[in-house]
């Protein structure tokens, strides 16, 4: 994983040295790396890991709206990241079995980091994080010819969320 890491800091850092966002898109990259791996692995999104994924999201954006006097950006991020974990939260309890609590936290994190590109920037990050997860369960129930399999859904969300921050 330490190649893929590096890979996507490299990537990172061609798209945004220089930023004052840079550290943030980083923070996404790295912590986003360690959960993918945990989900895969284990199945869930820990819980202290995945607010360590939130906390440096808004300290480092507030950082970056601090030095680039982008308030708006910030607080569009906020609102995202309370709207969509209340969306994620509705429908985790209105559909149990569809997604875990990690999954719903991590909805309102990715859409942290999306929401400082505005409206769209979080419309096309959580279409491609939710396209992509719908693709793999698609794909996995095919080939196992059960609908009952579960998959990790965090890697996918966090690939489609990196992927919209380094298209962006």
């Given amino acids: 994983m330490s ?49 360590a994924m939130a906390l440096g999201g808004a300290v480092s954006l507030a950082g970056a709206a601090m030095i680039e006097n982008r308030w708006t950006s910030f607080l569009a991020a906020i609102l995202s990241a309370a709207l969509v974990l209340a969306i994620a939260a509705a429908v985790q309890l209105l559909w149990p079995g569809h997604t875990g609590g990690g999954d719903t936290l991590l909805y309102g994190t990715l859409a942290l980091y999306l929401g400082w590109f505005g409206v769209s920037g979080l419309a096309r990050g959580m279409l491609l994080a939710t396209g992509f997860t719908s693709l793999v369960a698609i794909t996995v129930w095919c080939l196992r010819r059960r609908r009952s399999t579960t998959i990790p859904a965090g890697p996918t969300l966090i690939a489609g969320t990196v992927l919209e921050v380094l298209l962006h």
């Fill in 3 to 51: 190649m893929v890491t590096g890979v996507l800091l490299g990537l990172v850092a061609l798209r945004y040295a220089g930023t004052a966002t840079w550290l943030a898109w980083s923070w996404l990259v790295a912590t986003g790396v360690v959960l993918a791996v945990i989900d895969i692995q284990h199945r869930r999104l820990p819980y202290r890991e995945t607010v």
